[in-house]
């Protein structure tokens, strides 16, 4: 069963502490077997109007998809490193994402995935990225 909840979502680029990004939006988190999925829609201050976001968070992996405007299948894995096709409307970039720490929380009412990466491209690393997701389940 599909449950409404608040998923809050921060990101910090670079340790740039002071250009922190933040969104808060209603979604919805259930379990599909031993998966939690929360599934959420951007909003225009994020950059990314008309896209679904997809969290997909297993005992020991998390998944970010985005479908629409922005398309993208990120996997992480503590340890682990992927190669992805990030496609926007001007056009798709080929990156390498590597997981540098993962740390997941999470149970029927919600929790916390806490995630550091590095964005690879052409080999070199380009961005490095914290984000902590926080999903609240609302009890109806």
Do not use: W
């Amino acid at each position: 069963m599909k449950n409404n909840a608040v998923i809050k979502v921060a990101s910090i680029q670079n340790h740039e502490e002071d250009e922190k990004i933040e969104v808060v939006s209603i979604g919805t988190f259930c379990k599909e077997e031993e998966v939690f999925v929360a599934t959420y829609e951007e909003s225009e201050l994020s950059g990314m109007g008309d896209t679904t976001t997809i969290f997909k968070i297993g005992k020991d992996y998390f998944n970010l998809i985005r479908e629409g405007e922005i398309n993208t299948v990120m996997e992480f894995k503590r340890g682990h490193s992927t190669s992805i096709l990030y496609n926007t409307p001007q056009g798709g970039l080929a990156l390498q994402v590597k997981t540098r720490s993962l740390k997941i929380d999470i149970n029927d009412l919600g929790g916390t995935v806490d995630l550091e990466y590095d964005i690879f491209v052409d080999g070199k690393q380009s961005i490095n990225t914290k984000l902590i997701a926080i999903i609240d389940v609302k009890q109806n």
